[in-house]
Nanobody, 127 residues
């Protein structure tokens, strides 16, 4: 198992950028597929992006394609979410998640597939 701690959230104007980080504890970070999810008040937690264990394959929810980039640095046990051209509808709590030995096939968009979660970081985009 890994423990996950997100950081980098904050208040930004529409059109601005933020970079979220998720630091993982433990020696097995490179054995985990990683995902980012978000949850706005009153909404379900929804998939944003995922990255394979080796960082080669990435997947995005349609609404963030071309604006968000997920990446990872296995030497630093960290996964990132670079968010550009932010919109008010991106406002949510953002969570990173880890799946041990997970392969990004069909289930990575489901929050139930992941084993471990961070506590979340709030992103607020003002219009």
């Amino acid at each position: 198992q890994v423990q996950l701690v997100e950081s980098g959230g904050g208040l930004v104007q529409a059109g601005g950028s933020l970079r979220l980080s998720c630091a993982a504890s433990g020696r097995t970070f490179s054995s985990h597929s990683m995902g980012w999810f978000r949850q706005a008040p009153g909404n379900e937690r929804e998939f944003v992006a995922a990255i394979s264990r080796d960082g080669i394959n990435t997947y995005y929810e349609d609404a963030v394609k071309g604006r968000f980039t997920i990446s990872r640095d296995n030497a630093k046990n960290t996964v990132y979410l670079q968010m550009n051209t932010l919109k008010p509808e991106d406002t949510a709590a953002y969570y990173c998640a880890a799946k041990f030995r997970g392969t990004l096939a069909t289930l990575y968009r489901s929050r139930y597939w992941y084993d471990n979660w961070g506590q979340g970081t709030q992103v607020t985009v003002s219009s």
